[in-house]
């Protein structure tokens, strides 16, 4: 995890809005339900596409899907189903935070996250 020194908010925005992007790639982590909780003794993981999340606040607080885009650059996800209408009436997703969503199913086709997933238990 990224340890940001100073306590005062300016420079933690600061910090967020200046880091590269494997520091960013930091920032897209989301808790685990607690199935996975147990399973792999842990609290959060790294979302990815292909995993299976549950929004569990905002707007669409309780809308599951799975993700579908992720922006490094903004630190948000796109979660399959949550769209929002635009005034023409075309239907566009709408990101999410990660930290904003809980997720409950993992993509596991990367044999090296499976590992790294079973190497904290």
């Known amino acids: 995890m990224v340890r940001i020194a100073s306590t005062q908010p300016r420079k933690q925005r600061k ?3 200046n880091a590269p992007l494997h520091v960013r790639g930091r920032f897209l982590n ?3 339900s607690t199935e996975l909780r147990e399973k792999y ?3 959060s993981a790294r979302v990815i596409l292909g995993d299976t999340v549950k929004v569990v606040r905002g707007d ?3 809308e599951e899907g799975v993700v579908d885009m992720i ?3 903004n630190g948000r996800i796109v979660v399959h189903g949550v769209t929002i209408t635009r005034a023409d009436g075309t239907e566009v ?3 999410v935070n990660a930290s904003n969503a809980c997720i409950t199913k993992l993509n596991l086709k990367d044999s090296r996250r499976e590992e790294k997933l079973e190497a904290k238990k």
């Open 15 to 17: 910090f967020r809005y």
């Open 41 to 43: 003794g842990r609290r």
């Open 30 to 32: 989301a808790p685990l």
């Open 71 to 73: 922006d490094t650059q």
């Open 60 to 62: 669409f607080a309780g």
């Open 93 to 95: 997703p709408r990101p």
